[in-house]
């Protein structure tokens, strides 16, 4: 089973108390740059990385914040899910 946490300025995401995935971000005023995510290799085909990204925005949109995608990966998820298209900053 997957946990998703927020610790400094990254969402990792562990299997098992592993850490096998992260999506790092910085926030300027009331947007939030996330640009990089990563899940290891061997984890990859899972869905962790979409799990790891929506929690992220869950939590963007819980504060009120927007994002800034820059990691190509946080972009594509966004444009195929739209129900957080409102969340670009």
């Not at 926030?27 to 899972?46: A, C, L, Q, W």
């Not at 990385?49 to 992220?56: I, S, T």
């Amino acid at each position: 089973m997957a946990t998703v946490t927020k610790k400094d300025s990254r969402y990792e995401i562990e299997v098992d108390g592993q850490r096998v995935g992260l999506a790092d971000y910085s926030v300027d005023g009331d947007v939030v740059t996330m640009p990089h995510t990563e899940v290891d290799k061997e984890f990859g085909g899972r869905g962790l990385a979409g799990e790891l990204v929506q929690y992220a925005l869950d939590d963007i949109r819980d504060q009120g914040l927007k994002v800034n995608p820059v990691c190509p990966y946080v972009a594509k998820w966004i444009q195929k899910h739209p129900d957080y298209s409102d969340l670009r900053a």
